[in-house]
T-cell receptor, first 111, second 110 residues
Framework: GQNIDQPTEMTATEGAIVQINCTYQ??????LFWYQQHAGEAPTFLSY????GLEEKGRFSSFLSRSKGYSYLLLKELQMKDSASYLC????????????FGDGTTLTVKP | NAGVTQTPKFHILKTGQSMTLQCAQD?????LSWYRQDPGMGLRRIHY???????DKGEVPDGYVVSRSKTENFPLTLESATRSQTSVYFC?????????FGPGTRLLVL
């Protein structure tokens, strides 16, 4: 079966750094995605990791350890607009698009 | 280039009625998926299609029917709506390394 775990909620302060963890147990692994979803909107792509290590994109970074079934999304210099839900998704087969999603982590950024 | 479009944005349906949600993409992607998202939950795949003429079931296919006669379109039909189908529905198109989501359809079944 497929199992993806993320914390349900997190709170952080504007300007701070926050790390959102994702652990997974899936029948296969062909990449891990992070998406951002603001309330009432569609998910938007943030990052994609297929090899171990850290991928940096501006204020956002994503890390993957395949041997540990673990990833995290790191958000630096938090802004109020970063308040959103963050979804972790694992592509478990080579078939493009066949991904299993976690339930998402709701991040609230406070002034 | 509009990406992925969905219609309608919002609809109210009565139990037992039929409804088709439209999904269109202009990126010439082969792989399209329908997801539903319920409060506090992640996205669950309903049906997907790897190419025109080919469709398959996802995690939660019961009560839904799809077709894919053209690459561009992937309609989702609720043949006899039930209250449990009240949800937000997203269509997604798969590119090289990511999925592009449509804006969603909010469906309320009374």
């Amino acid at each position: 079966g497929q199992n993806i775990d993320q914390p349900t909620e997190m709170t952080a302060t504007e300007g701070a750094i926050v790390q959102i963890n994702c652990t997974y147990q899936t029948s296969g692994f062909n990449g891990l995605f992070w998406y951002q979803q603001h309330a009432g909107e569609a998910p938007t792509f943030l990052s994609y990791n297929v090899l171990d290590g850290l991928e940096e994109k501006g204020r956002f970074s994503s890390f993957l350890s395949r041997s540990k079934g673990y990833s995290y999304l790191l958000l630096k210099e938090l802004q109020m607009k970063d308040s959103a839900s963050y979804l972790c998704a694992v592509r478990d087969t080579p078939n493009a698009g066949k991904s299993t999603f976690g339930d998402g982590t709701t991040l609230t950024v406070k002034p | 280039n509009a990406g992925v479009t969905q219609t309608p944005k919002f609809h109210i349906l009565k139990t037992g009625q039929s409804m088709t949600l439209q999904c269109a993409q202009d990126m010439n992607h082969g792989y399209l998926s329908w997801y539903r998202q319920d409060p506090g939950m992640g996205l669950r795949r309903i049906h997907y299609s790897v190419a025109a003429g080919i469709t398959d079931k996802g995690e939660v296919p019961d009560g839904y029917v799809v077709s894919r006669s053209k690459t561009e379109n992937f309609p989702l039909t609720l043949e006899s709506a039930t209250r449990s189908q009240t949800s937000v529905y997203f269509c997604a198109s798969m590119g090289e390394e990511t999925q592009y989501f449509g804006p969603g359809t909010r469906l309320l079944v009374l």
